[in-house]
Each structure stands twice: as structure tokens, then as C-alpha cells.
């Protein structure tokens, strides 16, 4: 079991991560945006962090630069979970330190292997 | 006996410009340039020689001279001066007619040409007209400019488009029209070389400092002798254009998130609810979740397929090209879609040789092959579907080949247009956007590969994909190209 940090400020797209992932058999914390994921990631020391692209306030993308310039939690795994395939916003997530991405609409079955990947996978190297 | 001689000498000299003449070309009627001149000298020495005789024809037997006071000394004086003055008259008169025949002959031909001149510009003339009255009524700004860029000429939609009147315009330096958008220098220079620059889409700037978008033409003007004297410039306003165009870009944007939240959500629900994890379902249940699914998915691919058109148009669909092994992706893509082909009752083979490595997007290339055996799946409605690929002299060469329905000329000749579907029954059963194959010919270019097809009507078709092999050395480091 993981504890799992889901910021996502679309509510429903929330409940039902939360639901997969809780039936999983993981710990779901979540954070309505930017902000409460930074907040979040302190203090709760999540195993994994799946991060909306776009987010009112904080994007996601920015969170994620700022959780690899963070000594703690440079860490711990990110999924950038986004609604734009272009190849642009991608590449700018794996180059930004994610792990993997999912695209939006995603297979939940999907979503669910590619946590268990992020958290048996070893944390390439990130450049900040 | 002196006397004699010189007459002699006379008749020779005047042989001698008459042979002279005769040579000369009978027709031009003109004496050649150097007549005149054979005709003095050959005066003057028959001249000289009478002089000579006559005067040593009195020589001998005569008292020292005293110069004034012999009267016999007179003549051959006499025959002197007036030798040399014909020669000189000769000279000078055979010159002038040649001069003044050669004028004549000038102002024949100078008169001819202006003839020809008035004639030429008098059926001219309306032409000349009709091209005036266009730049001064089209809404393009025209202006000629010299080399360096001072501006000559200014038509009424340049005074529109920028602001200034003809008279503040012309003698200034099109730089005022500019900002720094671009470089005029380099401009310029390519206009001296002949080039011509077509539609380049930059920022100027107008009278009163406002930005506007302009597509330009600049070519260069040349006189009659073919030389580039001067340059022209047509600016069309595409500011409107622009703005257009990014409002759709921003609008296709906010569409393509606005629609596929709510289709991620669609699809998860339904999803965790055909999948049990919300409690158990009957099957009946599941079969109708499933169709829910699978209508989810086709809107996910249309929506996918919009914002791919977009890019397309807009000229910013980007691939990112490294050496991969294309085998690899077909396999993927066939591994996909065995089961699409197996619940259809089609057989699905593949004939994939040993390849040499292409410089491609693999989830671009992966889309491209997706659409072709899709494609082939859903027009075929019983036998097989093959994909084949080998390598060729120029790079790779795939094949992906049905036994379907088949394409009509007409068809075949629309199938990358578009919105294109075909009319028959099984095509409208089988759905599609008709943007498939387009978004495929456009990424299959982006590779620098190209796309075709071979089909007639109930013969299957056989789409057929070749990309150019990777040469290492041709690439960059990480074997991408700049785009």
C-alpha cells in the first residue's frame, strides 16, 4: 500500500482516481490545486504525486518544478496527468523531472499500471 | 619631257583613287573611311613629283637662283600650291560627304525606332492605364523603392495601410515601415541578387506607431538592358487574418480541454462500473457499458483528430525525430489490432523483414499505421489483412493490404482530402471523421516519406508507405533535425 497525492481541481476527475486507485488498494490524499499539492507533499510525505497540468493558480507543471528543486522531496515520484497531447507539453513534463504521463481521456486501467510502475520504479537522475 | 612625267604621274594617281573607290562596296555608295585620305596622299605626292620634275627639268644649264627674280622658277611653284591645295580640298570634301551621309544615315535610323517607340506605347497606352488603375484602387499597399530603400512610388492603399500620404512617403526609408521586425538590409541584398521574397508574414508598423501584420512581396524591377534598377513592394494586411487565426487556435485549445475532461470522466465511470469495482453487474449491463466505451473512445479520436487537423493547418504539427526500428512499431500497431481483425472474422498477417533503422516519432509513425490497418479492418468485410514492410534502395517500404470493398477512380482520387468519406454502405456503418488518412499524409511528410495508394472496387486496396533509412551521419547527435 501507497500513499498517493491526487491534485486534480476537476472534482469528479478526483473522485474517480481516487476511487480506482483506493480499490488498488492505496491511500489517496488530495489536493484541489497547486498550492494545497505543495502543502500536501510536506507534511503528508506522500510515496507518489499525480499532478493536473492545469490547475487554477499553481500549474502543475510549476509544482513539479518546484517539488525537484526541493532537497526532500525531489524524490518522489511524479505522474503529470494532462489534458493536451501535444508532444510540446509532454516533453516539458519528463523533462521537468515526471516519471511518466497520462493524457486525458485516459483508460483508469491504464492510469493503474502506470502507478505501480512510478512506484516500484528506481527515480532516474533528475536535472533541476 | 618633265611635263610628260608629271602628267603621267597625274593619270597614275587618279588610277589609284579611282581603283580605290571602285573597291570600296558598290552598293553602300559610302567611301570607306580611309579614302579620303588615299585619295590626298595619292594627290599630293603626283604633285610633289611634277613639282620635282619641273623643277629639275630647269636645273641644269641655269645660273644659281635667285629666289623672286627667274621667271621660269614660277610654275613649278605654281603646280605646288595648287597640287596640295586640291589635295587638301580632295581630302577635306570626300570626308565631309562621308560625314554628312553618315548622319543621314543616323537620323534615319533614329527616326525609324522612335516610329517604332510611338507605336509601341500608343498600343501600350491602355494597358498602362488599366495597371495604373489598379494600383491606385487595390487595397494592397504598392510602393517602389531604389536599391537602398528610399521609397519612389506610393499608391492610395499604402497611404491606407501606413498612414502616410504620398508626399510624407516618398524620398524616406521603407526602414520607417519596418520597426525591427526584420532585417531591410538583408532584404535588399537579395533583391540586388535577383531574388524574389514572397509572403513573408512580418510585423510593421504604421503612422501613428500601430502594429500591424503584413504579408510581403518584394521583388526587384529591372530597365530594358535586364539590369535590377529598383525594387518593388506589395504589403497585404493579414492583421484580421491573424487574429482569426489565433482565436481558433485559442478556441480549438479551450474545445479540446473543455471536451475531453468531461470524457475522461465518461470513460473512467463507466469503466470502473463495467469493470465491477462499484459491484457486480449482470452481462447484459456490461455489453451496454462496453458500447458506452466504445462510442467514448471514437469521440476521444475525433476530438484527437481536430486538434491534429488544427496543427496541420496552422503548420505547427510537430514530430520529433530519433533512429528507430520500425519493425518494432508495426508489431506494436498488429499486436493492437489482432483482436479488432480476430472479432471480425479476418485474418491479420504480417511480412516484416528485417529493416534498417528510420528517423521517425514512433507514437506519430504509431498513429499512421493505426489508421491504415483500422482502416483495412473496418472496409473489409471478409478475408484478410496484411502488413508488409521491406527494406528498399531508398529507405523502408511498408504495405498495408486488404481484401475489402476497394476504392472507385473517383474515391481514390479524393481519399486525402479532407472530411473525405467514401459512399458506400459499409463506409457509413463503419463511421469515421474522414480525417484519418489526411493527418497521416501530413505526418508520413513531416518524416519526408511518402503515401499512396493502389485499389480498385471490390479488390481490396493496398496502401503503400515509404520512409527514407536513417544515415548516421546525415543527422544530428541525438538524431534529431531542427524544426
Not at chain 1, 483506493?22 to 491511500?27: A, V
Not at chain 2, 538592358?225 to 497585404?236: D, F, K, L, M, P
Request: a neutral charge; glycine letters at 8%.
Amino acid at each position: 500500500m501507497a500513499k498517493i497525492l491526487v491534485a486534480e481541481d476537476e472534482k469528479q476527475i478526483a473522485d474517480m482516481i481516487a476511487f480506482k486507485l483506493t480499490n488498488s488498494g492505496h491511500q489517496v490524499i488530495r489536493a484541489q490545486d497547486g498550492e494545497q499539492a505543495m502543502k500536501l507533499a510536506r507534511s503528508d510525505s506522500p510515496d507518489l504525486i499525480m499532478l493536473d497540468a492545469m490547475m487554477p493558480g499553481l500549474g502543475g507543471f510549476e509544482v513539479l518544478r518546484r517539488l525537484k528543486a526541493d532537497a526532500t522531496l525531489r524524490s518522489v515520484p511524479v505522474i503529470m496527468v494532462t489534458a493536451k497531447g501535444h508532444e510540446r507539453d509532454v516533453l516539458s513534463g519528463l523533462r521537468g523531472g515526471a516519471v511518466d504521463y497520462v493524457v486525458k481521456p485516459f483508460s483508469l486501467k491504464e492510469l493503474a499500471a502506470r502507478v505501480e510502475l512510478a512506484l516500484g520504479k528506481e527515480q532516474p537522475p533528475t536535472t533541476p | 619631257m618633265a611635263v610628260h612625267t608629271g602628267i603621267g604621274f597625274t593619270l597614275l594617281g587618279g588610277g589609284i583613287v579611282g581603283l580605290a573607290w571602285n573597291a570600296a562596296e558598290p552598293e553602300s555608295r559610302e567611301a570607306p573611311a580611309w579614302l579620303a585620305l588615299v585619295a590626298a596622299v595619292a594627290v599630293a605626292t603626283v604633285t610633289l613629283c611634277m613639282w620635282y620634275a619641273l623643277s629639275s627639268g630647269n636645273a641644269p644649264g641655269l645660273a644659281p637662283r635667285v629666289p623672286g627674280v627667274a621667271p621660269e622658277s614660277t610654275l613649278p611653284n605654281v603646280t605646288l600650291a595648287t597640287g596640295l591645295l586640291t589635295a587638301i580640298l580632295l581630302g577635306w570634301s570626300v570626308r565631309e560627304g562621308q560625314v554628312s551621309r553618315r548622319r543621314a544615315r543616323w537620323l534615319e535610323v533614329t527616326n525609324r525606332a522612335l516610329n517604332e517607340e510611338i507605336q509601341t506605347r500608343t498600343r501600350m497606352e491602355p494597358a498602362i492605364q488599366q495597371l495604373a488603375a489598379i494600383v491606385e484602387s487595390t487595397d494592397d499597399a504598392i510602393l517602389t523603392t531604389t536599391l537602398d530603400g528610399r521609397i519612389m512610388t506610393w499608391n492610395p492603399g499604402a497611404e491606407r495601410l501606413y498612414g502616410y500620404t504620398r508626399a510624407e512617403a516618398v524620398g524616406k526609408h521603407v526602414s520607417m515601415l519596418h520597426g525591427r521586425q526584420h532585417n531591410d538590409a538583408e532584404l535588399f541584398r537579395k533583391i540586388v541578387k535577383g531574388e524574389r521574397i514572397s509572403r513573408l508574414e512580418t510585423e510593421n508598423l504604421t503612422k501613428d506607431m500601430r502594429r500591424i501584420e503584413v504579408s510581403l512581396t518584394v521583388s526587384p524591377i529591372l530597365d530594358q538592358s535586364g539590369r535590377i534598377v529598383s525594387a518593388s513592394t506589395i504589403a497585404h494586411d493579414i492583421t484580421d487574418r491573424k487574429l482569426l487565426d489565433r482565436m481558433k487556435d485559442d478556441f480549438v485549445g479551450t474545445v479540446s480541454h473543455e471536451l475531453r475532461t468531461p470524457l475522461t470522466a465518461i470513460k473512467g465511470f463507466i469503466e470502473l462500473v463495467a469493470d465491477g469495482e462499484a459491484g457486480p453487474v449482470t452481462d447484459t449491463q456490461r455489453e451496454f457499458l462496453q458500447i458506452a466505451a466504445r462510442n467514448s473512445d471514437k469521440l476521444g479520436v475525433l476530438i484527437n483528430d481536430l486538434i491534429d487537423m488544427n496543427l496541420i493547418e496552422s503548420n505547427r504539427l510537430e514530430v520529433r525525430l530519433v533512429p528507430l526500428d520500425l519493425a518494432a512499431v508495426l508489431a506494436d500497431v498488429a499486436s493492437t489490432f489482432r483482436v479488432m481483425a480476430q472479432s471480425k472474422g479476418l485474418a491479420l498477417r504480417q511480412n516484416i523483414a528485417p529493416l534498417p533503422q528510420v528517423l521517425g516519432d514512433s507514437a506519430r509513425l504509431i498513429q499512421v499505421f493505426s489508421n491504415l490497418v483500422s482502416n483495412a479492418i473496418k472496409y473489409t468485410p471478409n478475408g484478410e489483412v496484411g502488413i508488409h514492410a521491406a527494406a528498399t534502395d531508398a529507405g523502408v517500404e511498408v504495405t498495408v493490404q486488404d481484401t475489402g470493398i476497394g476504392l472507385s477512380r473517383e474515391e481514390h482520387a479524393q481519399l486525402f482530402t479532407r472530411f473525405f468519406r467514401g459512399r458506400s454502405s459499409v463506409v457509413i456503418e463503419a463511421g469515421g471523421t474522414g480525417l484519418g488518412l489526411v493527418i497521416a499524409k501530413a505526418i508520413v511528410g513531416r518524416h519526408e516519406g511518402k503515401i499512396d495508394v493502389e485499389s480498385r472496387p471490390g479488390e481490396g486496396s493496398r496502401f503503400r508507405v515509404t520512409l527514407p533509412a536513417w544515415v548516421a551521419a546525415a543527422a544530428g547527435p541525438d538524431g534529431s533535425r531542427p524544426d
